[in-house]
Structure formats: C-alpha cells, structure tokens
C-alpha cells in the first residue's frame, strides 16, 4: 500500500509531536514536490522542516505528477497528492484534511484518511492515547467538529 500526504496533514500532526504516527504505521509517506515545498516554507512547524531538510527516510519526495483536470479547483499540494494517489489508486491511500479535497477524493474513488484518522490509527495500536492527541490538536488552528470527533472515539479499540 502506497501512502501519500498533503501539506497540511504533516504540519498538523508535527505541531502536535506525532509525526512519529506515520512511520509506525505506514514506514514511509510519498509526496510530490509540491507538497515538500508547502512544507519546507518557514512558516511550517520547525520540525517537519528539518526533517524533510535532513532527507529524513519517513519522507519518499516524488516529482509532481500531471495533474487531473478535476484538481483545479483545490491548492496546488492538494491537486498534486490527489493526482499522485490517483495514478496508484487501488494501491494507495491519501491522507488529505481540506473537505473539497476529500470530496474530490470520493468522487474519484480514491481511499482517504485524514490527520484524525491517523491519529486513531495510532490510539488503536496502542501508541497514543486518542483524547490527548484530540485536545493537542484542537488547540492548534486545526479545526475538526465535535461530532466527527464524537464518531471517531466510538472506532476506538481500546476506549
């Protein structure tokens, strides 16, 4: 299973320490050129700069594919990861925040998960205690509903 990350979903779970999620669970995240840029710009969370920086091996860097004629409407980090999973649908995942992009997603039939389903993920495994990393996340400028969260505690294994 191919892995393939937005911006956003790396600097949110950088901002909150839990990058580390990515590489238990998946071993590497691919993402396109664009994306690295979005995330090597000094306004991202330090950490996530130095390490993609580094040549840190959780990061595979891909050049941008062509991008789908149904990207226009989404930023170019987005249309590049959804492009990227696109050509490897069926054997990728994506994990992408913005909701027109995970609309775009459904309609393109691509799996999906986002920074909260990583983290769930992770709290099923036993890694990281799932109210914790909520709260950590919550008081970042992330933004994600009480009933989502509501919804994704109920998918906890291990409550």
């Keep these: 299973m191919i892995i393939v990350s937005d911006a956003s979903p790396l600097s949110a779970l ?3 320490g839990e990058l580390e999620c990515l590489r238990r669970l998946y071993g590497h995240v691919v993402i396109p050129e664009t994306v690295l840029q979005e995330c090597s710009h ?3 969370p330090a950490i996530l700069v130095a390490m993609l ?4 091996p959780l990061f595979h860097v891909v050049p941008d594919p062509v991008l789908l004629p149904e ?3 989404v930023d170019p980090g987005e249309a590049a990861a959804i492009s990227l999973a696109w050509l490897n649908r069926g ?3 994506l994990i992408i925040d913005d909701l027109d992009g995970r609309k775009l997603c459904d309609a393109l039939g691509l799996q999906k ?3 909260a389903g990583v ?7 036993g890694w990281v205690d799932f109210d914790q990393a909520m709260q950590r996340l919550q008081e970042t400028s992330f933004r994600l509903g009480d009933t989502i969260v509501a919804e994704l505690r109920q998918r906890l294994r291990h409550p």
């Design 42 to 44: 000094p306004s991202s």
């Design 53 to 56: 920086a580094s040549g840190d």
């Design 14 to 16: 950088a901002e909150i």
């Design 91 to 93: 054997n990728s995942t």
């Design 113 to 115: 998960t986002g920074t």
């Design 71 to 73: 990207t226009r409407s």
């Design 119 to 125: 983290l769930l993920a992770a709290a099923n495994a």
